[in-house]
Each structure stands twice: as C-alpha cells, then as structure tokens.
C-alpha cells in the first residue's frame, strides 16, 4: 500500500557495498495514466541489473542505458516520457501517460553525508520519513515533521506525508523532490477463522506485513495459513509485544468475546490507524455495551469500524475478505469508508 518498494533503497546500498556502480531511478512527476506512482524507484548497477520499477516496464529499458550515461559523467539528470515521445512509443509508454523520472548515481562522493544509510535505518525502524531532494545538484536531507523544512516548503511535506506520496516543488534554490518513506502496513489479524484465510494472500498482495494472531492452536497452524507470521498468544499480550503503531491495522475476526474484547480494548488504545471487527449489527450492540463496561471510552469505540468492511454485498469468505482489505485501503487513502 505504499507508493514504493522500500526494499530498493537498503538493497541498493549493499549493492555499492559489493563494490558494484549503482543508479538510482525515481519517479518524481506523473501526467495521465501513469504506470507507476510518484514515488517508485529502480536501482541499477553498472553491469545493467536492476530492483524495482519505474513503469511497470515500459521504459525501463530506456531508464537503464540512460544510467550507463550517469555512471560515466557522475552527474544527475531528469528524464521525461510520454505518448507523444517517439522513444517513449517504442518502448512501450502508449498508456496515455507522461512521466518524469530523476536518476542520479549513488558514489561515495554524494553520500559522504550518509543520508541514505540513515534513511535505511528509518525504515528498518519504521520510522516515518521523507527524503528531500534538490533535482538540479542531486543534494539529499531527511525531514521528520513538516518544521524540518521551515515555513517555505512545510505545508507541501505536510501534504505528501498526509497524501502518503512524493511530491516535485518548486524552493527558492530550484526545483526539489520529497519522497516520503512511511512505514509499510502492517496488519494484525486477530482469529484464524476462514475469513482469514483469503484475506492474508490478499494482504501479502498488497504489500503488507501480516501477523496472525489466536491462541487457539489448532486454528492458527502453518497448514492451514502457509508463509505467514503466526502467534498462538492471547492477542492483548500480542499485541503489546508487536507494537502497534500509526502504520497498523488491526482486524478481529474470531467470534469469541474472551478473545476478540481484549484485542479491540488493546488496539482501540492504540496508534492504529484502522480497527475493525467481524459481526452482525446485533452482535456489535452487544459488543458496545462489553467494551464499554470494561473501561473502553465512547470515543475509543467510534474508531471501531463495525461491521467491518465495505458495503459490497459480500458474500463468503473470500468476498468479506475483499470487502475488509477494500476499507483498509479506504482509510489509508482517505477515501469512502461506510461500512457494511
């Protein structure tokens, strides 16, 4: 659920570590239909191998013999592709689109500051973060909160962080790009009901980290949930062990009130940016009036997207599991968020 793939930047910097000459491609701008999002990158080494994408393979073969250019002259430069582009045709941009793409090379000499190795320890720390980048010299610094760039361009980092995408603007010293690096999703799935099942692959396809969690041994076993993070522990304790925080969200889908209460009071309390929980309408009254005895605040319990999903009519496992991935998604996105 995030712009990029977070993984390109640490693996790009063991690359440099191997002694390989590496590039980086970032989108920083998009027109139309775009492949790819703002944001996306594409690390590349000198012998033509890359990670990532910058267009779901369209111009990426362009991308990568332009980066042989920025190897050679060690200078940044900004690409532009788009329909009416012959070159853009010939590999295969006939999207509709138009996007611009900042490569630079990553030499010793441009990261004698370390900002990329400390931006891949924020990530290892799911730290929120946005590198800033001044296009015309290839000038990096991280920033934090919207103060980090002082009053000319702290609203757009505000923006991009709220937006959860990069953003090109124009500063007083030229042309700047903010990639922000927000945490990836992390989803913690109470209950390893059915629902669960079709609603893990459906996360992992989204790029999120899962873990599962249900004390009950014989309903959260490897045969039934496959390559997944799986916690037999009663989920408040769970919970508190993972660390919720402002990237999480939380789904309890068990039907058993001694285990789903005390996730909902746990994550109810806690930094996550969504908390939903499976039941009839009937069944979330009396959920309500449960969490409200044992401590729960009527505005913790607002947070509460109950019955959780979308409307969509879902029917079946699979299809409420669609339907609760959809208002995650939703949420995260600041979309339309009804629930069904």
Known sequence: MSAGDLSIIPTALAWQDEGRRVALATVIQTWGSAPQPVGSQLAIDADGNFLGSVSGGCVEGAVIAEA???????????LQFGVEDDTAWKVGLACGGTIRIF???????????G???RLAGDIAARRKVALVTALATGERRLAYAPDDLGPELASDLAEAFRRDRGVAVEGSKGEIFINVFNPTIRLIIVG?????QPLVPMAHALGCDV??????AAFATVERFGEVTLLQDWPD???????VDASTAVVVLSHDA???????ASALRSDAFYVGALGSRKTHAKRVQRLLQSGVTAAEIERLHAPVGLDIG???PAEIALSIIAQIVAVRRGGNVSCG
Not at 68 to 78: F, G, I, M, R, Y
């Open 258 to 264: 001694k285990i789903d209460d005390p996730a909902l």
């Open 115 to 117: 900002v990329l190795r």
């Open 103 to 113: 490569l630079e090379p990553l030499t010793a000499e441009h990261e004698r500051d």
């Open 192 to 196: 390893a009901v059915h629902v669960a």
């Open 314 to 316: 879902a029917i079946g």
């Open 237 to 243: 304790e769970a919970l508190t062990t993972i660390g």
């Open 211 to 216: 873990v599962l969690v249900d004390p009950r």
């Open 68 to 78: 042989a250019e920025v190897l050679t002259s060690v200078k940044p430069k900004t």
